[in-house]
């Protein structure tokens, strides 16, 4: 095996190949959001979403007459919890270890990837199948097993397809919705005697009789972990496959890698967080399986790991508590927010560059990975406040983003002067009723008259063409809505005139 500690913190492969363990697997998200467009079969693919994860969501949450209450209720404990991290984190410790099981800080990704690898080859291990975890694809640990020669198999079906087809998960629970079912029939049929028909349930039978024997074969079996319960050090995983629990059962080494943010404190939380993450995610009322895994295998117990290991992440996040962007540290990572919103509709997950896509993406790969160079993802987002609308703890992520364009502004710019002089005319315009008068007034006659047939401007002058370029701008009502009232006033109807929407617009 090669020097594990080396294969973790730098980047050298098994084969003498170049391994790439960067947070960021970037390209240029505009360039990607382009051939994105252009792709008909991932407008194939992303079409569906909003029609199936996205309305089973809505629907959820208005067949549950208490899910406001709810989600406001995982929020508060989201919050409280944070407030108090340092205490739950070692309360899980104690948890942990009093159950025969051990824990472990890792400080960053390298760090992460180098306690697996030595617990790995502590206890000999040589091939580990893994559940779906984002947090391991955020440390980037695939490559790194690889690299040491360890056989890795992911076992979620969609994590499957993806590893054999050598990409990223473009969806947080749904890794391989940006294929369609004749690409994954292609990419299955590489690994398959003869070709496979493009039928899902024939595609999912050949994928459970390869998974099969490796859950027998595997020495470890790595997983996330939806929730870290500090009282009693249990770890929770949710899922749909049954695989979490051949992967925490067979092996006789369970690794669990979760963030420091999923730790809640009591038992009596967790279904609050069960009854939104499921809604949330999938439309289902409950998940299929939901394992409660404290601890290795006890005396008398006939399944389960002989050792039982539990990673804590920082990687970043302990900086993000003490800033404003601190209740991005709320997310259960359901997905909601990606089949809400339009941008990830339009353009997938792989345009976003990052493990993290869609909006709260948009939000956790800056704040991971370097917000220069991921400038364009917090423009990313039309803030049509869907993604918010959508999240089962309601993080404002429109806000979010807000705060890191905030911050991108003044690390690129700082406070242009031409850019103060327009804000502070703006600022006096909109303080003083004759100014505003007038400035509408103008732009009604200049812009809004000129423009009456299409209603539409294509073209702005300096920076403003940034937005025309791509699209165009609303242009000013012909007539402003005070003028209308004035002409129409005691005689309006109920609905405005033809040709004039409810804001006076013409
Ligand atoms: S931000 Fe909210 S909706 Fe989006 S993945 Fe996280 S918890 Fe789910």
């Known amino acids: 095996m090669a020097d594990l500690d080396t294969v973790a913190r730098e980047s050298t492969s098994h084969d003498g190949g170049a391994v790439d363990f960067r947070a960021r697997e970037h390209h240029e998200f505009l360039v990607a959001s382009r051939q994105a467009l252009e792709s008909a079969n991932l407008q194939l693919a992303l079409a569906r979403l909003g029609d199936t994860l996205g309305q089973r969501n809505r629907d959820a949450y208005a067949a549950y007459a208490g899910s406001a209450a709810m989600r406001e209720l995982a929020r508060g404990i989201k919050d409280r919890t944070l407030a108090e991290l ?13 159950n025969g099981g051990e824990v472990h800080y890792a400080a960053d990704a390298a760090d992460a990837r180098a306690i697996v690898l030595e617990l790995l080859k502590r206890r000999g291990c040589r091939s580990v199948v893994k559940s779906k975890s984002m947090t391991t694809e955020e440390i980037h640990l695939n490559p790194a097993l690889q690299a040491a020669g360890i056989e890795t198999v992911e076992s979620d079906f969609g994590e499957y397809i993806i590893q054999l087809a050598g990409q990223r998960p473009s969806h947080l629970v749904a890794p391989a919705v940006h294929l369609t079912v004749g690409e994954v029939a292609e990419v299955l049929s590489r690994h398959a005697p003869e070709p496979l028909p493009a039928d899902a349930t024939a595609l999912a039978q050949f994928a459970r009789g390869q998974l099969r024997a490796k859950f027998a074969a595997a020495d470890a079996g790595i997983t996330g972990a939806n929730f870290a319960v500090a009282e009693t050090g249990t770890v929770v995983v949710v899922e749909n496959e049954g695989n979490a629990r051949f992967t925490t059962t067979l092996p006789r080494v369970h690794i669990a890698i979760a963030g420091i943010e999923k730790v809640i404190p009591r038992l009596a939380d967790l279904p609050v967080f069960l009854k939104i993450l499921a809604r949330a995610a999938t439309g289902q009322t409950m998940s299929i399986y939901t394992s409660l895994l404290s601890g290795p295998r006890r005396a008398g117990q006939a399944n389960g790991p002989e050792e039982f290991h539990l990673v804590l992440l920082d990687n970043g996040r302990t900086r993000i508590l003490e800033g404003p962007l601190r209740e991005s540290l709320f997310c259960i990572r359901c997905g909601a927010c990606l089949n809400a919103c339009p941008v990830y509709r339009a353009v997938g ?158």
Not at 89 to 96: G, K, M, N, P
């Open 86 to 98: 340092d205490q739950h984190l070692e309360a899980l410790e104690a948890s942990v270890r009093r």
């Open 349 to 506: 997950g792989h345009a976003y560059g990052g493990v993290y896509a869609g909006p709260i993406g948009a939000v956790l790969t800056p704040l991971y990975d370097g917000l220069t160079q991921n400038e364009h993802l917090p423009h990313a987002s039309s803030l049509c406040g869907a993604c918010q609308a959508a999240c089962p703890v309601k993080i404002a992520i429109p806000e979010l983003l807000i705060k890191l364009r905030d911050r991108l502004h003044e690390a690129q710019h700082g406070s242009g002067m031409l850019e103060s002089l327009a804000y502070r005319t703006w600022g006096v315009l909109l303080r003083s009723a004759l100014g505003y008068r007038v400035a509408t007034w103008l732009a009604s006659r200049a812009l809004g008259r000129s423009q009456a047939s299409s209603r539409w401007l294509r073209w702005l002058p300096g920076a403003l063409g940034g937005w025309t370029s791509s699209r165009d701008f609303p242009a000013p009502a012909r007539e402003r809505f005070r003028d209308w009232w004035r002409r129409e006033g005691d005689r309006a109807p109920a609905t405005p005139p033809r040709g004039l929407d409810s804001g006076g617009r013409a």
